[in-house]
């Protein structure tokens, strides 16, 4: 059991709580990025620098988990292959995406994409509410006690 972090859009403040959950829970926590990133120095902390390039990171992290690894990402592609390979997708946002939504969500996902390649302003996602960042840390929590009893 590990987890995965699509870092390079990863809230700094999603990271931290990671990193918090990862020592004191002792599971394995993977940061994959195509940057430099600041990690804190742990067992349980580990990152993985890939070369820049359209889903570069994604697809590693794909190649890497193994089923039942919880994968941190808001990419709704970098899910459905995720889930599709047996693991669970959390959004930052503190959504578990299922077999069940992913297909509505790359639907959308798709739409708006159109949207935006024929001139469409849509703008970007809101900041993160206080509210998501502890629907986040609550779904965390709930994963890894689930986890810990296997």
């Given amino acids: 059991m590990a987890i995965w972090v699509d870092a390079d859009a990863c809230p700094v403040v999603i990271r931290e709580i990671l990193f918090r959950a990862a020592v004191r829970t002792k599971v394995t ?4 990025a195509n940057q430099y990133l600041k990690t804190p120095t742990s067992p349980y902390i580990c990152k993985l620098q890939v070369s820049a390039g359209f889903d570069v990171a994604d ?5 890497r988990m193994n ?12 899910a459905a292959e995720v889930i599709e390979k047996g693991g669970l997708a959390l959004s930052t946002r503190g959504e578990m995406y299922t077999s069940e939504n992913i297909r ?3 639907n959308m996902r798709d739409f708006m994409d159109t949207l935006r390649s024929s001139g469409v302003q849509t703008g970007g996602p809101p900041p993160l509410s206080q509210s998501e960042k502890q629907q986040f840390a609550n779904c965390l929590d ?3 006690q689930q986890h810990k009893s296997k």
């Fill in 29 to 32: 926590l993977t940061l994959v």
């Fill in 59 to 63: 697809n590693e992290i794909v190649k």
């Fill in 67 to 78: 089923s039942g690894d919880l994968v941190i990402t808001s990419d709704i592609p970098l």
């Fill in 104 to 106: 509505a969500r790359l």
């Fill in 142 to 144: 709930r994963w890894l």
